[in-house]
């Protein structure tokens, strides 16, 4: 987690197109992103306050300020190879939601298959062993079928703010799509979607998926909802708590 430089509190509450009402706080942050934006949706002459109601209302995990030129950049694409340099320092600004830990680190994780059954390989413990393979191997990877699916049990119920998928190294990365992030209080399927994903992603995005406020649970599952043969990949997970 980045160093917090200032803390700058924000509860907002919207009405979105849905008719829900979600509540989300944004803190500054010292540090650029680890990893580089490859492209955002851009305002020109907008306030601080409107960036983050457009952050919001796309679901966005973060974002970027310019306080002299008052220009916003949000809804972003990050590639986890590539450095943030042009909008990550002064004028500019990062915000992000809050967040404590990531919660999802060496817990135990079962998913739908491995491919090939050979989980030396593509196991679903890559997931979440806190390492980014940048090859075809030690990363998660399910068989080919309709609705792949990765889970992950918390080590108790959790407030869930966002979920975090490394996207294959490699290639291949638009396998990732039309994910749903599933949550559960316990471990008899009672999974109820509070995110998702369109896609499809990029290899080497970084792909961030913002959850309905509030989200609560012990077990998140991660799962391909669309198409009939599809094979899950993730080079690791994280799920970022408050």
Known sequence: MAKLFFIFLTYTQLSLHLGSIVQYEYIKQEDAPLYGELSCQVSSESSFMACVILSVRSKSVSFFFNKNEHVCR??????????????????????????????????????????????????????????????????FASHFEMSPWLKIQLIDP??????????????????????????????????????FYKGPGLTDQVIEILC??????????????????????????????V
């Open 74 to 139: 949000w809804d972003c694409i990050f590639l986890a190879s590539r450095s943030c340099t042009t909008y990550c320092t002064e004028p500019w600004s990062y915000y992000a939601i809050k967040w404590k830990t990531n919660a999802a680190l060496s817990r135990p994780v079962t998913s739908s298959s491995v491919y090939f059954n050979e989980s030396i390989k593509w196991g679903s413990h890559y997931a979440t062993n806190g390492a980014r393979s940048p090859i075809e191997r030690e990363i």
């Open 158 to 195: 959790k407030s869930i703010t966002f979920v975090r998928v490394y996207n294959r190294r490699d290639m291949l990365g638009e396998r990732f799509h039309d994910v749903a992030v599933e949550v559960s209080p316990d471990e008899f399927g009672n999974f109820v979607q509070r995110g």
């Open 212 to 241: 309905d406020y509030p989200a609560s649970g012990l077990y998140v599952r991660i799962r391909i909802t669309e198409g009939s043969s599809n094979i899950l990949s993730i080079a690791e997970v994280e799920i970022y708590v």
